[in-house]
């Protein structure tokens, strides 16, 4: 059996939820469908997650949300009248929305996730209505009664592993059940979301958990391309990708695939696949255990914005035991995670993403780290932007790195920072983020171009 997930691109409207029966209809093994909020239906529309982040903000702010009920509901409500879904479902979904307006505020941890994960909840109350009425034995199941089972952790959930054995009691379910992705419940019944994209990951979950044959994630492109499509025209599309290449790619700016949501399949051996809803022939890209293709050293080139790097300098703190101690205990302290840690003789920079940081924290890590390490600088530097380029056969290929920083250095880039991890499946060049395109498209040209 099959987990399939459609993400908001493929839920936007009634003619993407068309597609998506007919793709589901298609295969009796598409048996596990995940569904994502409403997308954008064009360039300059509106997510029905974003739009609950507005509802969430006035709600909380006293201000009148009903024009914003009133839109989010209008989204569900076109989608019923173009398909001809009968009355009840949309009074429901009309119910759920005006009613988040009446939950407490006053020490609510989980109401901004009660209230994002509505848009996920709705349609897929939607979609099974829709499914049941044309054909398909579907039924719309709550994550609670799908057993996902989360930490309780606001916007940032984790799968309690308790959770796997109760997922796997879907398989013995007849119907085709659509699962709203994105949220769990935690142990005391409160409504906990992944982080943004996360109905990626409730679909890896439900795979891992069900031991799906495949995990197919269908979007709006013809799978994984070598590089941003909105940065590099045409870009080579990747047939075939190891978990480990898909992860560092995730991370670093394929917002295609949520970073998050490689581990549950790659664990329990489920193959994943991207393929795109408005063209499901073509084979997309699949993410395996071992690659058979091969060729080019570099697979990918990602880049990804909003980061900022703490430099340390200290003459002499090669020889201070405890010094990188010391600067990871404040940071600790401080409830702040860092993301690369690359480093010198005499100096080390902490790099972190601006949206863990702010002015008050900023402060408190240079007072702390004044006190406590006496350094000889202690600056951050903003505007960052790491771009990684990845591939497994990176290490049997000698001069990836000049290749690289030759090409950069040829477009004017000036490199920051440079890391490679020990796995050497990715080498990390650290840029302003006014260069970042610059930098992607130099690297393009090096290594797929040529
Ligand atoms: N390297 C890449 N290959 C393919 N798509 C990419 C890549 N990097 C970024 N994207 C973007 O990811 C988008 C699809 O992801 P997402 O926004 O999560 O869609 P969905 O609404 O289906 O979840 C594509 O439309 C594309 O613009
Ligand atoms: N709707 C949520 C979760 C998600 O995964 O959406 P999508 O599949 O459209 O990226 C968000 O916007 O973050």
Redesign the pocket.
Known sequence: MKVI???????ASAEQLTKVRNIVKSDATRKFVVV??P?KREANDT????ALIAYYKAYKKGEDVTTTQKWIISRYQNMCDELGISGAVIVNIADEINSLAKLPIKDNKFLYDTF?AA??NNNAKLIAEYFSENGINARYIHPQDAGIIVSAEPGNARLLPSSYEKINYLNDLDETLIIP??FGVTENGEIC??????????GSIIAAGVRAELYENF?DVDGIFAAHPGIIKSPASITELTYREMRELAYSGF?VL?DEALLPAYRANVPLVIKNTNNPEHPGTKIVAKRTVTGSPVVGIAADGGFTALNISKYLMNREIGFGRKVLQILENLGIRFEHMPTGIDDMSIIMRDRFLNRQLEKSILDNMTESLQPDELYFEKNLSIMMIVGEDMKEHIGVTARAAHALAQAGVNIEMLSQGSSEVSIMFIVKSDQESAAITALYEEFFAK
Do not use: C, Q, Y
Request: no cysteine; charged share 20%.
């Open positions: 997930k459609f993400g908001g691109s493929s839920l994502s909020a997308g997510k029905v997650t974003d994002l848009g996920e992705g994105f979301t992944f982080s943004r994209g996360g109905s990626d990951i409730t979007t917002s949520h």
